[in-house]
């Protein structure tokens, strides 16, 4: 990982101002295989961990809940109008935008996005990190399918796969189905007793999105890349972050309804070769989507595409305009929310439910 080709190295700062969740915890602490549940929504996962991840890799980055006053600063998508108005200047600062599943944030200087087909003037692709300590598939069970899983959001998983008549199809052939689901209540929130990170018990990926969904390019590629690394076959919606990856049939298997996925799991179960080889490719182009990987693309980002897209005087201009109209923005919101008794922007509403202790 080279950091500078010969270039000073300036420190970037990642801006995270709400750890709430952390309940007291040092995040400077965390270790992200170890403290794997911590890393469940965007902003943990784009911002804590990328900030973990290239402080352990040696590069010059420090975490700041408050806003510095100059220089590169990387932040969720959600908090970049926050930030430009906590600033002291908006103008002295280059802010690196994650954009995550979110619209296009047009106060960031650029944006990270996680899908090759969001790129445009000042996009810069990086995929979503892998999930972090996880636990792949037990080689023992070998090319046996009894346990299919599903592990993401509520709101995206295809209503058919949500049904009894679901559940009663996969117990007819001897399948169980493994709700690894959440619904997200907010940013600042950990998601920590559905087992993302295991499966070592997990069969089969099952991974289909509403088909209003299928082209929405704002969601990763990581149901894929996860179950690559596990060692697990996947069967998917026909989603464009997935056939971005796509390079052979083996990659994975593609589904439209509840009926094409029984399909899919019938031609595995019948065919152990086909389940092997897809096994084996997973784990070969997992290799592509590795931490080291990754952090090298970010070190890249940060230090060499960024400054070169970002140093000119009109680009600061424009950048100027665009703190001024943000801080004016995030004023009228604040005071809006005041009004109606409502929490302030960037703060997910308290919940009543208890956390799991984070490891130290």
């Known amino acids: 990982m080279e950091l500078s080709r010969g270039r000073p190295v300036n420190a970037v700062t990642f801006y995270l101002p709400d750890q709430r969740a952390l309940q007291g915890v040092d995040p400077e ?20 961990q990328t900030f973990l991840r290239l402080r352990d890799a040696g590069a010059a980055v420090r975490l700041s809940r408050t806003a510095p006053a ?32 979110r ?13 090759a087909s969001s790129v445009g003037d000042f996009q810069i692709f990086i995929p979503s990190w892998p999930q972090p300590g996880l636990v792949p598939r037990s080689g023992a069970r070998g090319t046996r399918i009894e346990n299919l899983a599903y592990v993401g959001a509520r709101k995206q998983l295809h209503a058919e ?28 929130q950990l998601y ?3 087992g993302w990170n295991d499966y070592s018990t997990t069969d089969v990926v099952i991974a289909l999105r509403p088909a209003a969904m299928w082209d929405d390019t704002s969601k990763p590629a ?9 060692g697990v076959p996947a069967i998917l919606s026909p989603e464009v972050p997935y056939r971005e990856l796509r390079r052979t049939p083996l990659d994975y298997l593609e589904a439209r309804d509840a009926r094409e996925v029984l399909a899919a799991v019938d031609r595995l179960r019948s065919d152990p070769g086909l389940y092997r080889a897809m096994v084996e490719n997973g784990l070969a182009r997992a290799r592509d989507f ?18 070169d897209r970002t140093r000119s ?18 004023y009228r919101i604040c005071a809006s929310k005041q009004n109606k008794g409502l929490p302030q922007p960037g703060y997910a509403a308290q919940q009543n439910h208890s956390v799991p202790p984070i490891a130290t």
């Open 161 to 188: 796969l949500a049904t009894d008549a679901w559940t009663d199809a996969l117990r007819s052939r001897g399948l169980f189905w493994q709700l690894r689901m959440v619904t997200f209540a907010g940013n600042d």
């Open 103 to 115: 619209p296009r944030q047009i106060y960031a200087d650029v944006e990270v996005v996680q899908n």
């Open 222 to 230: 990581a149901k894929l890349t996860n179950a690559w690394a596990a």
């Open 192 to 194: 920590s007793q559905h």
């Open 290 to 307: 590795e931490p080291r990987v990754i952090t090298d693309r970010w070190v890249e980002a940060l230090w060499e595409t960024v400054p």
């Open 29 to 48: 602490g965390l270790d992200c295989d170890r403290d794997w549940a911590v890393f469940g929504t965007g902003v943990f996962v784009w911002v804590l």
């Open 313 to 330: 005087a009109v680009f600061r201009l424009g950048a100027r305009v665009r703190g001024y109209r943000a801080r004016i923005r995030w």
């Open 70 to 101: 100059s220089g590169t600063v990387v932040t969720h998508a959600d908090y970049v109008e926050r930030l430009l108005a906590e600033a002291p200047s908006a103008a002295r600062l280059t802010i690196v935008a994650a954009r995550a599943d």
